[in-house]
């Protein structure tokens, strides 16, 4: 990094961890379809990713994650391991249970010990009625007992968008600390996510901007800090997408003075089924760009398709019966898009009600979504997908 002492005087200290790590401590960090460019449903599940770093001209490996899975495709566990130059040793188990429904409830992380594992921290997810994530709890683990240390909450507009996401912190009771606006333009789209920090009133302190290029893809995410009344830039992210529509590179840039500085870029490699199988990180040094990590995918093998044929977008839009039907009371509606849309559902019952919304931003490919009527009786409802110009509606019976 070529401007230690320029970034500690532009960034503050939420924001330069940002940056160095990568991560976010805290944030608005689901529905993830909303917070990053849309990349492709993996073809084939990942059953191993390997990570290297630059050191001396030469790629050195460091760690990796191995993953389980259980009959259905769900991760059941991660493990990670480090290289110790002779053979990978255990370091992390994460380990994930869903609900009745399917969806992720409880991820649990361990670390290895010389006496064996032992418990680091949790984090347990609640859902509303319409599949909707609406609570995360983080607990970090003290001794012999889980005790409270995050949570986050979630609300959504009427159209099933993520609203408002408000971060909590405990200190013998659940205390504000931030929140973070969304906001979407006219298309529907991610405009603004604004942060705000609790100081006995909600003060603007953050905000990223998403801009979008003619084929409908993120090609740019702004980063500001709010400085007195002025929003004052930060760093950027730029994305590049391949002939296959792919996300090929993001380059980011950091804001210095009144110029844009090179910082840091990642290049992206896919095998011939469209699954991400390398990417690369290199930092901006002496006017050129030098390797940092790199990461290699490791998916299992296929067997019933040929190269490149699940690459395929749908060429016209179409809604599927959804299965299974009849239902109880949880059913699966399968649908395609040939380009990235809203996809509102709305299910009514007999009478012409609506008992159901949702509203979604989904990419190009086959795509399904979850429905639960479980608050409803027993009968024949009318689900319709809307997305863009394209409606179409269909039948479904629930027996209870």
């Known amino acids: 990094m070529k401007y230690p002492g320029l970034v500690l005087q532009t960034l503050g200290a939420a924001c330069l961890l940002m940056l160095l790590t990568g991560t976010v401590v805290a944030g608005p960090k689901l529905p993830s379809e909303f917070l990053a460019p849309e990349q492709p449903e993996v073809t084939y599940h990942l059953l191993e990713q390997v990570s290297y770093e630059w050191d001396a001209g030469d790629w050195v ?4 994650y191995v993953y389980t899975r259980d009959s259905q495709g769900r991760l059941l566990q991660r493990l990670t391991q480090r290289w110790n130059g ?5 370091y992390h188990l994460l380990t994930l249970t869903y609900n009745a429904q399917g969806r992720l409830s409880w991820q649990v992380y361990r670390r290895r010990y010389d006496f064996g594992w032992q418990y680091l921290d949790s984090l347990t997810y609640s859902y509303d009625l319409s599949g909707n994530l609406i609570e995360e709890v983080h607990q970090t683990w003290r001794t012999d007992h889980w005790e409270n240390l995050e949570k986050q909450t979630w609300t959504y507009d009427s159209q099933g968008r993520p609203a408002i996401n408000l971060v909590l912190g405990w200190e013998y009771m659940w205390v504000r ?7 979407y333009d006219l298309y529907g789209r991610l405009a603004v996510v604004g942060g705000q920090w609790w100081t006995g009133g909600w003060n603007d302190i953050e905000r990223s901007l998403y801009f979008y290029d003619l084929m409908d893809r993120r090609s740019e995410w702004l980063r500001q800090q709010r400085v007195d009344t002025v929003w004052t ?3 950027k992210t730029l994305y590049t997408y391949d002939d296959a529509d792919l996300l090929a590179e993001d380059l980011e840039l950091l804001s210095i003075g009144y110029d844009w500085v090179n910082y840091r870029r990642t290049l992206y490699e ?3 089924y469209g699954n991400r199988s390398r990417m690369v990180r290199q930092d901006w040094e002496e006017d050129q760009w030098v390797n940092l990590t790199r990461t290699d995918y490791t998916y299992d093998t296929p067997t019933d398709v040929e190269p490149g044929e699940r690459r395929a977008l749908p060429p016209r839009p179409a809604l599927a019966q959804n299965y299974p039907n009849p239902f109880n009371p949880t059913t699966t509606i399968p649908f395609d898009l040939p380009r990235r849309s809203e996809v509102v559902l709305t299910v ?4 012409g009600q609506e008992v159901r919304r949702t509203s979604q931003i989904r990419p190009a490919g086959h795509h399904t979504m979850d429905l639960n009527m479980q608050d409803q009786p027993s009968g024949v409802y009318l689900y319709r997908l809307q997305a863009g110009d394209f409606s179409e509606t269909r039948k479904m019976l629930l027996l209870k």
């Open 61 to 64: 490996r460091t760690s990796r």
């Open 86 to 90: 002779l053979d990978w040793q255990a």
């Open 270 to 272: 896919y095998d011939d």
């Open 177 to 183: 600390y931030a929140r973070y606006l969304y906001e």
């Open 233 to 235: 830039d930060l760093f």
């Open 348 to 351: 009514y019952n007999l009478l």
